[in-house]
């Protein structure tokens, strides 16, 4: 059964980083897009950065770089790594794929997480 699913969520200090992590089962990640979404509370769900299959990486929005993408394709895993946090991070964390090489604008995923709960507070 594919399944993704998103973790590294938790309560964080402002000016602190994480590591969510994307574990994909019932399909290979060599093959997908991948990409992270979030959606503030009171807002639209948007996209963050994607990783195509051959590693390059596509920028939704302009974070000022406190963003990174990376795959573990061996762990069939990947990583959004975020610094610098604010409370304007806070959020649903959702990671998605789409069966297509590269990063495409807009996106057009094919699967979805059920997302993970970010809250940057002091």
């Known amino acids: 059964q594919l399944e993704l699913v998103e973790s590294g969520g938790g309560l964080v200090q402002p000016g602190g980083s994480l590591r969510l992590s994307c574990v994909a089962s019932?399909?290979?990640?060599?093959?997908?897009?991948v990409a992270w979404f979030r959606q503030a509370p009171g807002k639209e769900r948007e996209g963050i950065i994607c990783?195509?299959?051959?590693?390059?990486?596509l920028h939704y929005v302009d974070l000022k770089g406190r963003f990174t993408i990376a795959r573990d394709n061996a762990k069939n895993t990947v990583y959004l790594q975020i610094d610098s946090l604010t409370p304007e991070d806070t959020g649903v964390y959702y990671c998605?794929?789409?069966?297509?090489?590269?990063?495409?604008?807009?996106?057009?995923?094919?699967?979805w997480g059920k997302g993970a709960l970010v809250t940057v507070s002091s």
């Open positions: 998605a794929v789409e069966r297509w090489w590269t990063c495409r604008t807009p996106p057009n995923m094919d699967y």
């Open positions: 019932g399909l290979t990640l060599d093959y997908y897009s």
């Open positions: 990783i195509g299959t051959k590693d390059k990486t």
